[in-house]
């Protein structure tokens, strides 16, 4: 985190994320975002009909990375 942005960001850990690439597409996604707009990100990407999310729920990793800030 600089000036309140998220500079780099790594998405890793105990879980499933189908399509694999959607990790990816998230970490992309919230590059240069300020913790007010990572909710949103999150929510618009990982509600989608195709993902499919094993091992947590969209609030856990909202938390998670809104504290880091």
Request: glycine letters at 2%; a negative charge.
């Amino acid at each position: 985190i600089i000036n309140d942005k998220i500079r780099w960001i790594r998405i890793s850990g105990d879980f499933f994320l189908y399509p694999e690439d959607t990790i990816k597409i998230l970490e992309t996604k919230l590059i240069n975002k300020k913790k007010e707009e990572v909710k949103e990100i999150l929510f618009n990407i990982l509600s989608t009909k195709n993902v499919e999310i094993l091992g947590f729920e969209t609030e856990d990793l909202q938390k998670i990375i809104e504290s880091c800030f």
